[in-house]
């Protein structure tokens, strides 16, 4: 039996509080703490999304960041987001990969009752990688696609009624295509 992670509970200013507790604890009580969002993008201006498992208590089925995890008690951010892309889509990265955008509130709760309070730790990495180079933990994520930019934001425009982004995001996502679209551009110049 897979043992549970310990995670790290912030302040509500994101400064460490030195103590920890069980993930499935982290959302119950509503503590605050660290996640690690990696956004893939490539050279063709095409973001990966990825679309939440039918089994996610939050938001299942909706597109969504390339991966995204939890930031294990005593594990770097960096380190988290690594481990979180092998485990998620089966992509081996470095930290030189990892080039952070920012860092990202999002507090909300949640009829089922659990309270999301996280400091998304984001980051975009350009990658060569196709489809079927990716391997899928199935549990995490339910099928994975790239959309080119203007793709992305026809989608969001009808966000509300068309059930495919989570909306509440929706100027997370706006931050992210951004950074991606000066990231393309810098490249070029």
Known sequence: METEEYIAIL??????????????????????????????????????????????????????????????????????????????????????????????KCFQSYPNGIKDNEFHHTYIVETQCSLKDLKLDTDEVGQVKFISIPQFHELLKNSASNSHFVSSNTSYYLEVIKAIENRLLNKKA
């Open 11 to 104: 302040n509500a200013d994101g400064s460490p509080t030195g103590k920890t507790c069980l993930k499935s604890e982290i959302h119950t009580q509503g503590y605050y703490h660290d996640t690690a969002h990696v956004w893939f993008y490539n050279t063709n201006a095409e973001i990966l999304l990825a679309q939440r498992a039918a089994s996610k208590t939050v938001y299942p089925l909706l597109w969504d960041v390339s991966v995204a995890g939890h930031v294990d008690a005593g594990e770097t951010i960096e380190d988290a987001a690594i481990r979180e892309t092998r485990e998620e889509i089966g992509l081996i990265i470095s930290e030189e990969d990892l080039g952070k955008i920012g860092v990202y």
